[in-house]
Structures are given as C-alpha cells and as structure tokens.
C-alpha cells in the first residue's frame, strides 16, 4: 500500500496500524512527519490499545512527536491565560479560533496536534484596539512595507500577524473567516453571536459546533497552499465525527442551515465530499443532499474534486508526484481567484512578483554547512 | 516593609545544581539559571501560597531595614521573569 | 552484511536504485544517489557500517542529485532531499558527499523527537561520556578525531543523543568532518587514520572526512554514562589550561548547544538537567593537541 493511503486509512481506521510491516512505516511516517500529524497517530495507536505492539523506532517517532506537541499545547494554554489576564481584559472576550479553540474546548482533535499560532476573532471596530492595547504588553507586527499594511487592513480578514518579542510567538487578530473581498462574503455578527463561553478559567469564547467546523472547512478550501492540508481535512473529519455523534441529526441540521447562512454552502459540500472520499468520514445522507444544490456543474466538479484529491497528497508518501504537482498549482490559482475581483488579483500577483522585497523566511533555505 | 503578597508561578519545574538552581517555565518556554539568593527566595515560595515581603524578608534572614531595597530586586528580576506573580 | 562485504558495484547499484540503508547507531538512514563520487567516498568512510534489510524500517530518506534544470549541463550543482524535499540551497557538484554528511546532520537535529539532540561532539572511555558542546570554530572536531586515535571510543563529532528517561549518551559514530588546518594536524596527530581527499573551496574551505575507528562502530549502539562536558575552545598559542565551570552556567551553555531542547519542553529540561547532575563540568582551552590529548586521559584516570 502506498503511504498516503497508508495514512488516510490511520487516520479513518487506526486499527489498521497494525498491519503494517517496517517497510511500510518509513514512508508512512515520512507522509505523516509532512502533514504534522505524527503525534496525532500516536495518540489514535494509544487508543486503539496498538502502542505497545509498534515496532520499537516507530513508536519512538510518534511517542517523541506526541510529546513535543503537548508541551506546545501546554505553552499555548498558558499564552491563552495570559492574554485573557492581561490589557484584553478590558474589552468584552474574543473568540478563540483553530488549534486555539480546539485545545480550550477540549476536542478530540487537539491531542497530538502541533499548534502554531494563537487565532483570536474580534469584531471588526475592536480589533485595532486590541492590536494596539496589546503592543503594551511585547506584541508587535511583523509586516513592516505599505503594501503588505495595506494587503491585510483593507482586503484581509485578520491584521499582520503578532509575534511576541520575548517568546517568539504568534498571534492573528481577525475580524472574520474569510477575507474582505473573498467571493460570497460570512457575516461575522452571525459566528460572534452564536459563539459559547469557554468552562473557567477560559475567558475567550469559541465557535459554535457547526461554525468550528465550517471554519476548518474554509480554512482548507479557500486556501492557496495545500501542503499541511490533510492536518486540516483531518481536523474536519473529527469535528464532523464528534458533533455527529454528540448530538446527532441536530448538529447537521445547524451545519447545513449555517453553510448556507454564511454563503459557504458550497465550499462546506466539497469539503464532505473530500472528506469522505480520503478519510471515510460518516455523513448522513440528508445534508449530502441539501448540499447538492451547492455543487460545481458536472465539468467542474469532476476537475475541482481530481485536484483536491491529488494537492492532498504528501511530497513524501504520493506516488503521482507529477499529478499532484498540478493540482497544487490549480489550487494555487483557484484559492487567489476566490480570495480576490480580478483586478484585484492581477495587482496584487504583479506586486508580489516584481515590486515585493523577496522574504528571507519561508521559501529561504539554509545553507548546509549550518549542521557540519 | 509593606505587605505586598507574592505567589509562586504554577507548574514551574526546578532542578538544584550544586549550589546552584535552574528554573524550566513550561508556559512560557524559558529557562532560567537563579543566583543563590533567588534560588533561596523560590525554595521560600511553595505552590499555591501566597507570602507577603515581610515574611519573605525573614525567611531570607534579611534586617527590616538594609534588606528591603535587596529583596525588592529580587523579587522583580523574579517577576520579570515570570517565575512569581503579586496576589491582592 | 557491511559495506566492506557489499562491493562497490552492489553498492552503486544499491545507491542509484531504491537505496541503501545504511545503519549508524541507533538509526537507519535510506541513501538513494546516482553520484559516483557519493559511492566512493561511502565506500571507503562507511566501510565498516552495517548495511540494513533493504525491506526495513528506516529513520531517515536522503537523496543526492543534480536539480532538474538546464544549468546541469554548463554548471552542474547538488541537491539534498530529505523526505522528496530539498533542504539546503544547492551546491556545487564536486561536493556532494559533504553535503550527504551535513544532510545526515540535518536530519538527526530535525527529525529526532524522542531524544534529546545536543550540537556536540561525544567519546565514551571506561564508560563514560564525555561530551564536547562547541559552536564552530572551537577546535572540537579536531579534538574529537585525535581523542578518537588516543583511548577515546567515537561516539560523534556532531550530534549527541541523550535519552530523555535515563540521559544516558549514545552517538551515530558516522566519519568525523575536518576543516582546512585540521586536516594535517590530524594526518601528523594520527598516522593511522583514514581520510577522505579534502574538498576545496566549499562554504567551510576544505573539508575532508575521518573514517571512524572500527571498534567504534561495531560498538555503534553502546550507550555511555554521563560523565564530562567540556567546553573547549582552540586560540593560537594558547596554554594548555582545564578549569572546573560551576553547574548552573554548565547547564545553560549546554542547552544553548542543543537542537530541540525548547521543543521538548519540560522533558528536555529533566533530561539535560540530569546529565548535567551526573557530570562534571570544565571549560578547556589549547593551542597544543598533543597536551590536550594528556589532560584528557588525566581526567579520564581521575587525576
């Protein structure tokens, strides 16, 4: 079996971890180390009582990569506390977003999963005031040029990110979902309005349960850059699975009735379809034909679901590396094209192309004497 | 010397080094290497208690009046450092 | 089955087919590469390296090529991939195997999530470990390879690994890297070792590497017992000089030398604060290796 089936299977079954030979786990563990999910197996291994039974250096990967996401998590939780304790105290609690919210709350996604950054969601009137209120206690932005200024404050949905001198952390202060000028634009009110309170000592809110989700489903789906997209497809076959489960054709129906609130109904139907499709995610038939209305014509809709298919692909563990080289490169285009009008869109990839400082970080290498 | 009252950070992982002290803040990430002084200061501060300056002073052998400007530094180096925190 | 055992043309085919799996202490490493120059120098460092089932696990999936673009054919370059991915900015051709060490290197700092993984140069007497964290420049390599000819067993030259339950020290004991200079003092120093013909003008100057001791590597996967950190530190002309460095200030130069202490969190810290408890903490300093190699066989013997 190839690795990247090897890993959606681990994720859809964790059982079938048991059935693979050493041969099999090296890429698998290659696909996953890609995707940023090997302290998530672990965690799945632990539970489906298979941990004891791994062979020895797996088990050590995934136990060493479980481990290091705990104590992220453990940071996270504190940076939580902090921020809630501090200057934020004095305006009425943002929304904690992703791995953030995932954590707070308690969801069976959070273990294992390496959180990055901290998401909070603030109404779009506040949200320069917390930006501001927050500088006072070693947060400051990291875009410093006009039109990167401009990029996010006028068309983006989040400011420039924070990062925190002394700790190095990140934080996005946003204003909604999705950004400004994406085609088919969520009312923010809506996820401000439903959103819950978080069990003390939590002072941030979190989404409601069909938010949270519609929330990683447009995280992925209105993406550019597909390459840590199964983490986030994984983050939606779980929620799906746990709100399903907790509280039945209830959760479905505020799912499907919110996608279409929020005009994302078609984003929400590709993204169970995918799901589905690469990790078995149990839908009930009911939303799968509420959302068909949402669906792309048949010419589309067989190119869209071809190219989410293969941008999932890890560089590691596929095994059509050519395909999926195209699909990430429609993904690219596709994710500029619904972020942007046309014209936009053209200014802004000119910019980047030719009038942009090149950025040091990201694509930047090292060079390898730094590890001789 | 006033009644300021001051707690140990929770969950803060120590190790004695000879007559040293390294101090691990798993929150916040960092790692700190505490001078005899501030080491005996934290060994004053146990979990969940919260002292104030003038119990601390005694407990560190400190005089009412040479010592407060001394246990003042270090308890703000402390506090920068996010090892304690004040409680009301 | 060994390198030695394998012949060059099952290695090459090995190497430029679904790879070789050569083992090195604890890890398995898949090496897949159609550069002559690769096979070679693996070839004659690697000799007595294990070579694992081809059908097995493995840690790490390295690969050395030429980029796929025009420029190979007027000025041709070397990538490393680890995982299909390329990590480092490309170099030129001729240094290919440096950049197989410094990717293995990579992989062990970047891959490595169950120990805890210190920028350090480590031998084992008697033992115990004694481990040599240094920043380029310091001497430590050099040190390491003539400890490695003088009583010393080669744990590694770069990357030492420190079990986080036990903090006992083990290392992959792979070919030691040697800098401009160095490489005569150690060809004087050690008549018996074995060096690769030096690599001009990489990022270092010249580089050449020491085939590791054969009792070093037979003995790949035995751990040590915590038991020195030296800082060394090499200056022209200086006295040969050992002086005891307290605890704390130990510790903290240490951990400023690991790889993913801040990612291990609270573990890393109880790991490294063990293996600091349990040794003995110096700051060296030396011009002559002749003298270090005395001062280190004193402190070995307790004197």
């Known amino acids: 079996?190839?690795?990247?089936?090897?890993?959606?299977?681990?994720?859809?079954?964790?059982?079938?971890?048991?059935?693979?030979?050493?041969?099999?786990?090296?890429?698998?563990?290659?696909?996953?180390?890609?995707?940023?999910?090997?302290?998530?197996?672990?965690?799945?291994?632990?539970?489906?009582?298979?941990?004891?039974?791994?062979?020895?250096?797996?088990?050590?990967?995934?136990?060493?990569?479980?481990?290091?996401?705990?104590?992220?998590?453990?940071?996270?939780?504190?940076?939580?506390?902090?921020?809630?304790?501090?200057?934020l105290s004095r305006m009425s609690p943002g929304v904690a977003l992703k791995g953030a919210a995932y954590l707070a709350a308690g969801l069976p996604n959070a273990r294992g999963r390496l959180a990055n950054d901290i998401d909070l969601l603030f109404p779009r009137s506040e949200v320069e005031r917390a930006e501001k209120l927050l500088f006072f206690e070693g947060w400051s932005g990291t875009h410093h040029n006009v039109y990167d200024q401009r990029y996010y404050r006028e068309w983006m949905h989040e400011l420039p990110p924070l990062v925190h001198q002394h700790r190095g952390t990140t934080l996005d202060l946003h204003h909604n979902i999705l950004p400004e000028t994406f085609r088919g634009h969520p009312d923010p009110a809506r996820l401000r309005q439903q959103s819950q309170a978080l069990p003390e000592p939590f002072r941030f809110r979190v989404l409601c349960p069909a938010h949270l989700v519609l929330h990683a489903i447009v995280h992925l789906f209105s993406e550019t850059e597909w390459d840590r997209g199964l983490r986030d497809l994984y983050d939606i076959h779980v929620l799906l699975d746990h709100f399903g489960?907790?509280?039945?054709?209830?959760?479905?129906?505020?799912?499907?009735?919110?996608?279409?609130?929020?005009?994302?109904?078609?984003?929400?139907?590709?993204?169970?379809?995918?799901?589905?499709?690469?990790?078995?995610?149990?839908?009930?038939?009911?939303?799968?034909?509420?959302?068909?209305?949402?669906?792309?014509?048949?010419?589309?809709?067989?190119?869209?679901?071809?190219?989410?298919?293969?941008?999932?692909?890890?560089?590691?563990?596929?095994?059509?590396?050519?395909?999926?080289?195209?699909?990430?490169?429609?993904?690219?285009?596709?994710?500029?094209?619904?972020?942007?009008?046309?014209?936009?869109?053209?200014?802004?990839?000119?910019?980047?192309?030719?009038l942009a400082e090149k950025p040091e970080t990201a694509t930047a290498q090292p060079q390898p004497d730094q590890h001789g | 010397m006033s009644r300021r009252r001051w707690q140990r950070t929770d969950g803060l992982?120590?190790?004695?080094?000879?007559?040293?002290?390294?101090?691990?803040?798993?929150?916040?990430?960092?790692?700190?290497?505490?001078?005899?002084?501030?080491?005996?200061?934290?060994?004053?501060?146990?979990?969940?208690?919260?002292?104030?300056?003038?119990?601390?002073?005694?407990?560190?052998?400190?005089?009412?009046?040479?010592?407060?400007?001394?246990?003042?530094?270090?308890?703000?180096?402390?506090?920068?450092a996010d090892l304690i925190q004040e409680r009301p | 089955m060994r390198i030695a055992d394998l012949g060059q043309t099952r290695l090459q085919c090995s190497l430029a087919g679904r790879g070789l799996y050569l083992r090195t202490g604890p890890f398995t490493s898949r090496i897949q590469s159609p550069i002559a120059s690769v096979a070679r120098s693996i070839e004659s460092l690697y000799r007595d390296f294990e070579v694992a089932d081809s059908q097995g696990f493995y840690d790490f999936h390295c690969e050395l090529r030429a980029p796929r673009s025009h420029r190979r054919f007027y000025r041709p370059q070397v990538l490393f991939l680890s995982d299909r991915r390329s990590v480092f900015k490309p170099l030129a051709y001729h240094q290919a195997y440096p950049m197989l060490e410094w990717g293995l290197n990579w992989c062990i700092a970047n891959q490595v999530p169950h120990r805890l993984v210190l920028h350090a140069a480590a031998l084992e007497r008697d033992g115990k470990a004694l481990i040599l964290p240094a920043p380029p420049g310091s001497g430590k390599s050099t040190l390491c390879a003539a400890l490695a000819h003088h009583g010393w067993r080669l744990l590694t030259d770069e990357s030492v690994l420190v079990d986080l339950a036990t903090s006992e020290v083990s290392g992959p004991a792979r070919p030691v890297s040697l800098k401009n200079d160095s490489i005569r003092v150690i060809r004087d120093a050690c008549p018996s070792a074995v060096l690769s013909t030096p690599i001009a003008d990489t990022l270092k100057g010249a580089v050449a590497h020491m085939r590791p001791p054969t009792d070093a590597v037979r003995r790949g996967h035995e751990t040590a017992r915590p038991g020195w950190i030296v800082f060394p530190r090499y200056q022209p002309g200086a006295p040969t000089r050992l002086k005891p460095r307290t605890a704390g200030s130990g510790f903290m130069q240490l951990i400023a030398n690991a790889f993913n202490y801040a990612a291990l969190g609270a573990r890393g810290f109880h790991s490294a604060g063990r293996l600091v408890e349990q040794s003995a903490c110096f700051d060296f300093s030396y011009s002559r290796l002749d003298e270090a190699i005395e001062q280190f066989d004193r402190l070995a013997d307790g004197r």
């Open chain 2, 13 to 80: 992982q120590q190790r004695t080094l000879g007559q040293e002290c390294v101090v691990f803040h798993p929150g916040a990430g960092t790692t700190h290497l505490l001078t005899p002084a501030a080491a005996a200061l934290m060994d004053g501060l146990a979990e969940g208690v919260a002292m104030d300056e003038a119990a601390l002073a005694r407990h560190l052998g400190l005089s009412e009046e040479d010592g407060e400007a001394e246990l003042r530094r270090w308890l703000s180096s402390l506090q920068s």
């Open chain 1, 1 to 87: 079996m190839d690795a990247d089936t090897a890993l959606h299977l681990a994720l859809a079954r964790p059982e079938s971890m048991a059935e693979r030979s050493a041969a099999e786990w090296a890429p698998l563990l290659a696909a996953a180390r890609e995707s940023a999910l090997l302290g998530t197996l672990w965690h799945l291994a632990d539970d489906a009582g298979l941990a004891e039974d791994l062979p020895e250096p797996v088990a050590s990967h995934l136990w060493g990569a479980a481990l290091i996401a705990e104590h992220r998590s453990q940071a996270l939780v504190w940076e939580l506390h902090r921020l809630a304790e501090g200057l």
């Open chain 1, 245 to 354: 489960a907790r509280d039945g054709d209830a959760f479905w129906e505020h799912f499907v009735a919110e996608a279409e609130a929020l005009n994302i109904a078609w984003m929400a139907e590709r993204a169970l379809w995918t799901a589905n499709r690469l990790l078995l995610t149990e839908i009930p038939p009911e939303p799968v034909k509420r959302l068909a209305r949402a669906r792309a014509g048949i010419a589309l809709r067989g190119l869209g679901r071809w190219s989410f298919v293969h941008g999932l692909h890890t560089r590691a563990g596929s095994i059509t590396p050519r395909r999926d080289a195209v699909a990430r490169g429609m993904l690219f285009l596709r994710g500029h094209w619904l972020k942007m009008p046309a014209g936009l869109l053209a200014r802004h990839l000119f910019h980047k192309a030719f």
